[in-house]
């Protein structure tokens, strides 16, 4: 079935650890955005990439990193996770030539401790 | 900078009654605007959409929404509840200079039996 997969759905974390959230589309999209969901802040855009080989900041970049090998894989990486990067991850992509249609994955559950 | 803010953190209507769910969004051209459902343990998918012509848009589910730019407004209607309408709820318009969503804080929808 097609769509984007996220891994882990859940994970705690001890502070100061480095962790990385997968992300793998197999829709072929261009664009792909991470973004982190706190209650009562709504999606805010970590980072995001229009196409494979480039990437972006977006709203809250600090604390965060991504890369962008391919067009199917989209990683995000914490280098040392604080408690305030305790939030609800979830990846996106982007229809291509599409207006503003994202396709959403299931999310990551981090808890940072 | 463009906005979105949606009007209540939480709506609650019985089964069978109307469902209204506001959304005022800031602009300085005509805007592209997105709802999209969320529900729970779920990723965001697309409700509905509006970016030119018609003024009401029909969604997924019942839901409709209008564009009023008078009013700088994009309110989701459903004429009758149903329980499986429960779910976050959220707005968004399209950035002008880089075509990023600018996203609302979302509502949730409640239905009570």
């Known amino acids: 079935i097609a769509g984007i997969t996220q891994a882990p759905t859940s994970q705690i974390l001890a502070a100061g650890r480095r962790m990385t959230l997968r992300c793998t589309q197999d829709m072929r999209h261009n664009a792909m955005y991470w973004y982190r969901q706190d209650l009562g802040l709504g999606l805010r855009l970590i980072h995001y990439?229009?196409?494979?080989?480039?990437?972006g900041k977006g709203e809250v970049p600090d604390g965060y990193s991504v890369s962008r090998a391919n067009t199917d894989d989209f990683p995000l990486t914490l280098a040392s996770a604080v408690p305030s990067q305790t939030s609800v991850y979830f990846c996106?992509?982007?229809?291509?030539?599409?207006?503003?249609?994202?396709?959403f994955g299931e999310g990551s559950r981090l808890t940072v401790l | 900078a463009q906005s979105v803010t949606q009007l209540g953190s939480h709506v609650s209507v019985s089964e069978g009654a109307l469902v209204l769910l506001r959304c005022n969004y800031s602009?300085?051209?005509?805007?592209?605007l997105f709802w999209y459902v969320q529900y729970p343990n779920q990723g965001l998918q697309l409700l509905l959409k509006y970016t030119t012509g018609a003024t009401l848009v029909k969604g997924i589910n019942g839901f409709e929404a209008e564009f009023k730019k008078s009013e700088t407004s994009f309110h989701l209607t459903k004429p009758s509840a149903h329980m499986s309408d429960a779910a976050e709820y959220f707005c968004a318009v399209r950035e002008d200079s880089n075509y990023q969503l600018i996203w609302g804080a979302g509502t949730k929808l409640i239905i009570k039996p």
């Open positions: 990439s229009n196409t494979a080989g480039t990437t």
């Open positions: 996106a992509s982007k229809i291509n030539g599409a207006a503003g249609e994202l396709f």
């Open positions: 602009s300085s051209v005509p805007p592209y």
